[in-house]
């Protein structure tokens, strides 16, 4: 079955319930007006009875007209739109006397009506509305007065009032249908800008972006909504393809040096010292391809990934203690001296396995940096009520203009003028990342030839 469109849609529903509300309001119509002509009927016919009720007097037992003859000129010479039918009976209901313009009809008496009631009958072929009213000597009723008007009229006008309604009905809601549609169609217009443009997106055009409305209603917010998921859609694809082009260059750069030492080491024969320098030299490569990897892996891994946390309460005394004794090697080897300064014992809740990362990624980083001979500080503290962490180290700093592109992959400052200091650029990156998802916020204040001072604050 052919599903309808959504601008169809919208039109059929409020068709139907325009289709309940326009029922409801010609049903309240007619109602209203079949009452009023019923109520006039009923209103003309009681007038009729109370002005020949005064035309009449009973004597032994018998109804009689005053000025009997005048009565029925009067009756024969009224001109009526809806003449009154008038008709005396006795108790039994045998005719007595009748108006003129009933000619050869007579109305027929149902003895089995309440006195005084109005009620639908038929004078032959005529439809009328009828009332028997009971005339009396004392308490006796001695016969009736049968007053009745035709309904023929009211019967045409509700016939041609239903007739108009059942002929408009079905036209109003066609007419109402077009015009829901069209304005249907405007009011959606933006989901076809929506559809065109997502058609004409491609992996290799992510430019375009859907025009606003000018109404700020909620298709608005929809385009909005979807420019935005667009435009972080685009940054996400920029930085995929930096990545992979910067992963790529950094994982040749070891292969190239690697292969570069063992085709020289293969030209001659070598002593073995040099042999064992060239192999040692490539073994130290590959050891920095693995960290490379390691630390690619671990950015992919954790891209975006809230589902791999596992938050418990940590305390990060400790934890900074391990981080410090796991690093004790590397740190003698650089002859710095580590200092911890505790205010209180700490505890947060956070991941303790991405924590630690981060915390080993910028005490290495500080180790790595820092001159033959100076000090490395780790403080732990609250601030405001927050707890911090301080890793400060007093060696080459990073100049001002690098500051703002440190978190970014692959990127290293003063690579060039410090060649020794081996790294990857994807260290503080990773700190970045994992902090984002820990909600944790990191900063670094840093001096050229002075020092450099990462603070990490933890929100909750």
Same mark, same amino acid.
């Given at each position: ?355 630690? @990362?981060?915390? !080993?990624? /910028?005490?290495?980083?500080?180790? =790595? ?6 000090? *490395?500080? $780790? #403080? &732990? ?39 020794? @200091?081996?790294? !990857?650029? /994807?260290?503080?990156?990773?700190? =970045? ?6 909600? *944790?916020? $990191? #900063? &670094? ?16």
């Amino acid at each position: 079955m052919k599903q309808l469109s959504f601008k169809n849609r919208i039109a059929s529903n409020y068709i139907i319930i325009t289709a309940l509300l326009i029922f409801v309001v010609f049903f309240a119509i007619f109602s209203i007006v079949r009452y009023s002509v019923h109520v006039r009927v009923n209103n003309e016919i009681k007038s009729e009875v109370t002005k020949h009720l005064k035309e009449i007097e009973v004597i032994e037992n018998c109804v009689l007209l005053i000025r009997e003859e005048q009565w029925k000129t009067k009756q024969l010479n009224k001109v009526e739109v809806s003449p009154a039918f008038i008709q005396f009976v006795d108790e039994l209901g045998a005719l007595v006397e009748k108006s003129p313009n009933l000619k050869q009809k007579k109305l027929t008496y149902d003895k089995n009506r309440i006195a005084n009631d109005l009620f639908d009958t038929k004078l032959e072929t005529i439809s009328v509305r009828q009332i028997q009213v009971p005339l009396y000597q004392g308490t006796k009723v001695i016969g009736y007065l049968i007053v009745a008007m035709s309904l023929e009229d009211s019967v045409m006008v509700l016939n041609n009032l239903f007739t108009v309604m059942l002929i408009a009905y079905p036209l109003i809601l066609l007419v109402l249908f077009l015009i829901a549609r069209f304005f249907a169609g405007r009011s959606i217009k933006p989901i076809s800008s929506i559809i065109d443009t997502a058609n004409f997106i491609t992996k290799d055009n992510l430019k375009s972006r859907i025009p606003l409305p000018q109404n700020k209603d909620e298709l608005h917010l929809l385009s909005n909504t979807i420019n935005n998921l667009l435009d972080r859609i685009e940054n996400a694809v920029v930085r995929e393809k930096q990545f992979a082009s910067d992963a790529s260059h950094e994982l040749r750069t070891p292969l190239a040096v690697i292969k570069g030492t063992l085709e020289v080491l293969i030209r001659k024969e070598r002593k073995p010292e040099e042999y064992k320098e060239k192999i040692e030299f490539c073994v130290s490569e590959v050891n920095r391809l693995n960290h490379l990897v390691d630390e690619l892996l671990l950015l992919a891994r954790f891209e975006n990934q809230r589902q791999n946390i596992k938050l418990e309460k940590v305390n990060l005394n400790s934890l900074i203690t391990d981080v410090i004794s796991r690093n004790a090697q590397a740190i003698k080897e650089q002859k710095v001296n580590c200092k911890t300064e505790f205010s209180e014992e700490i505890y947060v809740q956070t991941d303790t396995y991405l924590f630690s @990362i981060i915390v !080993t990624n /910028l005490l290495t980083n500080a180790i =790595k940096y820092s001159n033959k001979g100076s000090n *490395i500080v $780790v #403080k &732990l503290y609250h601030s405001d009520g927050k707890a911090q962490c301080d890793i400060i180290d007093f060696g080459i700093g990073i100049p001002k203009e690098d500051i703002n592109m440190i978190f970014n992959q692959f990127y290293r400052s003063n690579s060039t003028i410090h060649p020794e @200091i081996k790294g !990857t650029g /994807l260290g503080l990156s990773i700190v =970045k990342r994992l902090c984002d998802l820990l909600e *944790i916020d $990191v #900063k &670094l204040e840093s001096e050229e030839n002075v020092g450099t001072k990462a603070t990490i604050s933890f929100t909750k």
